[in-house]
């Protein structure tokens, strides 16, 4: 990755376009994640001599990309992790599943359980989790949906589960139980916060384009 889209910036934090497929936070992999890159832009953008503070408030999935904000101090951090807490964040993505929705908006509760090998189950012994949808389009001929997606809670793989176990994969997602494309088709395309030091409301959005891997469908089947 040469190159950071930002969408946003200033003294207290910075919104960001994460690319499919790259790690959030690095791992035993070592390789490139978005915090890295976000504090690299920081410490080259600004000459900044040592190391460069760069908070992490939220998280994507590795294969899903979209909207990210960051903190670039302690205090904007600690704030926004509160906020979190009180549900004050809006996050909203865009997602193609398998199947026709006989209900067309709504909300799914469900308990899930992450597992040692890192997948994600629902399971009495889980932690509750729920999000709302709405259906935007569908193309019975493709056997697809597309769906607007708003995580209440952010529980691991939680959108990619809870439509699974309601024979709704995500399309691309080979993890649990679509693999018809190598690119999951969920993206993180809206995102409110308030500002945790101007303390206004602000939103951003960002569709995914051809040039983002594996949303070329989304732009063939779904764009008019």
Known sequence: MNSLEVIYEDNHIIVVVKPPNILTQQDNTNDIDMLTIVKKYIKDKYNKPGNVYVGMVQRLDRPVGGLMVFAKTSKAASRMSEMIKKHQFTKKYLAIITGKLEVKSGELEDYLLKKENGNTIVSKNGKYCKLKYKLLDEKLELNLSLIEVELITGRHHQIRVQFASRNHALYGDQRYGCSKNKQIALWAYKLSIIHPVLKK?????????????GWGYFNEYFVK
Do not use: A, G
């Open 201 to 213: 409301e602000m939103t951003f959005e960002k569709y995914p384009s051809l040039k983002d891997s």
